[in-house]
């Protein structure tokens, strides 16, 4: 029922980075969706993101004997007391409810399902139910891409309201990987004026769902008890297990479990977890917790029972408490190369461990109204010390060829300071005087982003990322150490940007077995973008102006003919390369093959309107043209994307290799402005 994860692993192998694929299986999921009465269009919207065909049922007998590629919607009246005793277990049951709508909520029908989702009619975020699909589906796999990782970072958010966080929650999240929501720190306004000593899950679960709707980084849901500087009651620890349980029907990504809970629930939670990791934490606050002795081991293999990762925190008094620690940390990890080790000591004796931890270091930041735990340092406070520590040494970031110049260079510099990154951003343009092989050769080279791209063919470039290879193009040039050498890896970056800006509001096997027309003036300019569709395992693949060839070519069929036309398989998917003079060439075809049917019809709501529709259509040209091909395709019903999406994506993609920091789409197109284009 599940699809295989589309993912991306490398290794060195006789000098070519070699990453390794694995694109969607074209098995459609089974799907039941509950509804409230009237509220029917959400599942259209569900289903459209899916790529599936969906129908309303009568009954859970009608869902039973319908085919599991058709995705069921039933009326919550229609569910009756059966519950989830008698749901067809071929399928998942998600339980869907409107916060702004006129139904309450039914705690006790979520508990019978797998999961639940949370949506505002307005305003509506398509996005959202696109990442939380993808999530509970496998179909992406935010833990394992942190993996890859050599540091990773959180940032908690401290609000009792997380309304507060949202208006500079894009800043907030730079250099963060994960953002962690204080369940216990939440604080719900009683009716009286009050505030309850436990949030309720109806509070919890709409701030969750605010938090989600605004940030596209894995959210880590904690509920942090009494004893280890929470507020969350330790006197029933069902009541844990029950707010834990609905985070991960929510979605979660992760879920911090903390390892006082008896076994029996830590077990349940593991046995249920689905998607979502589990945080095995345990904090110390008493200042007599020791590193070096035999208890410490003993906790840690006890979280690691359960735990995706864990997390062990201490107050300490002595900076030798930090050297104690690190050595623990080389210990434990040799023996146990999984699962990660989080360890640092709080307070300020503590500070150089949070430098030195490489795994969620939790992260605060200036606007928060207060750090969630004692000793905390921002991402920026974090990168200072390291480049003190000569962990971090200042390199020089090159932008190679034509750029944009002036927006590009404001926006990295923008980035490296509010990072207190110590890089220097540089242009470069391709000139015998200034040739890319002599900047690689130059002593603080750190890296290069490149454009127009340069052939995989170099001979100066000893390494190859698989897409590089196979795309014949290098975008960017990384920096890697192995055993004290440093090598140089071409990699291309363009197509995963091509891929994110695809998935932004579609499931990953929604394009699976579906088929792609592509135009362009030659290969080179559309291989990026086979490479992308690939992933997503779609087929066939048609092409108008050019032929492919080598690796690429395989399943792809140039079109040559109006008579090659008739016999195309309607197109899921078209992505112009075109040149900006030539870009309305594609206007005809966005309305021959305009969007028809249940799936592809705006209903008037908040649901629906926007990018709503069934099919895809990706302009890649950059400059003045006559007219718009982005809204003659929004008006013939495609979800439309441009340039200023992919270059966005292109360059969060960017960033993460160049610099190893997390920025987000949207502080992308907020710092560079909304026609970013390199």
């Known amino acids: 029922m599940i699809q295989a994860q589309s993912l991306e692993t490398s290794h060195l192998k006789e000098g070519v980075m070699v990453d390794v694929l694995e694109v969607p299986s074209g098995v459609r999921p089974a799907l039941l969706f509950i509804h409230k009465d009237g509220e029917e269009d959400i599942v259209g919207v569900f289903a459209d993101v899916l790529g599936q065909p969906w129908e309303s049922a009568a009954s859970l007998e009608e869902v039973r004997a319908g085919p599991s590629s058709t995705i069921y919607a039933l009326q919550s009246t229609l569910v009756g007391d059966s519950r989830s005793d008698n749901w ?4 998942l049951v998600i339980n869907t409810h409107c916060v702004d709508g006129p139904h309450p909520r039914d705690d006790a029908l979520t508990e019978g399902c797998d999961y639940e989702y949370l949506y505002t009619r307005a305003p509506f975020f398509r996005r959202d139910i696109s990442r939380f699909l993808s999530f509970i589906l496998g ?285 220097q951003f540089m242009f470069a343009e391709r000139a015998p005087k200034a040739s890319i092989e002599n900047i690689l050769r130059r002593p603080n080279f750190g890296g290069a982003y490149i454009n127009p791209p340069l052939a ?47 998935t932004r509001d579609f499931v990953p096997s929604a394009y699976s077995g579906r088929a792609a027309l592509l135009l362009a003036n030659a290969e080179a300019d559309a291989a990026a973008s086979i490479f992308a569709i690939k992933s997503l395992g779609i087929g066939p693949i048609y092409t108008i102006g050019f032929k492919t060839h080598g690796s690429l070519a395989a399943e792809v069929e140039p079109v040559r003919s109006v008579e090659d036309m008739k016999r195309l398989e309607q197109p899921f998917v078209i992505i112009s390369a075109l040149p900006a003079e030539k870009s309305l060439l594609v206007a005809p075809l966005l309305k021959h093959y305009r969007v028809d049917g249940r799936n592809g019809n705006a209903n008037g709501t908040g649901i629906g309107r926007g990018r709503s529709a069934g099919k895809v259509f990706v302009d890649l040209a950059s400059g003045p043209r006559k007219a718009d091909p982005l809204a003659i395709a929004a008006s013939a019903g495609w979800t439309a994307y441009g340039i200023s999406d992919v270059s966005a994506w292109t360059t969060v993609e960017t960033l993460r290799l160049l610099v190893g920091q997390n920025v987000s789409y949207d502080f992308v197109r907020l710092a560079s402005g909304r026609e970013l284009s390199f």
């Not at 959210?219 to 008890?225: D, K, P, Q």
């Open 88 to 91: 067809d277990g071929s399928r």
């Open 456 to 502: 995989a063919s170099a001979s100066y470039l000893p390494a190859l990322s698989n897409a590089a290879r196979a795309i014949g193009q290098v975008d960017t040039v990384l920096v890697r150490s192995e055993g004290g050498q440093t090598t140089f890896v071409g990699d291309n970056t363009t197509w995963k940007g091509i891929r994110s800006t695809l």
């Open 139 to 423: 179909q992406i796999g935010p833990h394992r891409d942190l993996a890859k990782k050599p540091r990773t970072t959180l940032i908690s958010t401290t609000f009792p309201d997380v309304h507060a966080a949202l208006p500079n929650l894009d800043i907030l999240s730079v250099g963060a990987d994960a953002i962690e929501i204080r369940v216990d720190l939440l604080e719900e306004p009683l009716p009286d004026g009050s505030i309850g000593r436990v949030p309720s899950l109806k509070y919890v679960g709409e701030q969750v769902m605010l938090l989600r709707q605004r940030t596209e980084l894995p959210i880590i849901y904690t509920t942090r008890c009494t004893q280890e500087n929470g507020r969350f009651p330790m006197d029933d620890p069902m009541l844990f297990y029950k707010y834990l349980h609905r985070a991960i029907q929510w979605g979660c990504e992760y879920i911090d479990v903390e390892l006082w809970l008896p076994e029996d629930i830590r077990k349940q939670l593991s046995q249920k977890k689905g998607s979502s990791k589990i945080i095995s934490a345990f904090h110390d606050f008493s200042g007599t917790f020791r590193w070096a002795a035999p208890s410490t081991k003993e906790l840690f293999e006890r979280g690691a029972i359960y735990g995706d990762v864990v997390k062990m925190y201490a107050m300490v008094n002595s900076p030798q408490d930090n050297y104690e620690l690190e050595y623990f940390r080389s210990t434990i990890q040799t023996q146990y190369p999984h699962p990660p080790f989080s360890g640092l000591n709080m307070g300020p004796m503590g500070q150089l461990s949070r430098t030195l931890n490489k795994i969620f270091t939790p992260i605060t930041h200036p606007l928060l109204p207060m750090i969630a735990a004692p000793g905390q340092l921002s991402a920026a406070e974090i990168n200072t010390a390291l480049h003190s520590m000569g962990q971090m040494p200042k390199m020089d970031i090159y932008g190679i060829g034509s750029f944009r110049s002036t927006s590009q260079a404001m926006f990295f510099e923008k980035c490296f300071n509010e990072l207190s990154l110590p890089h």
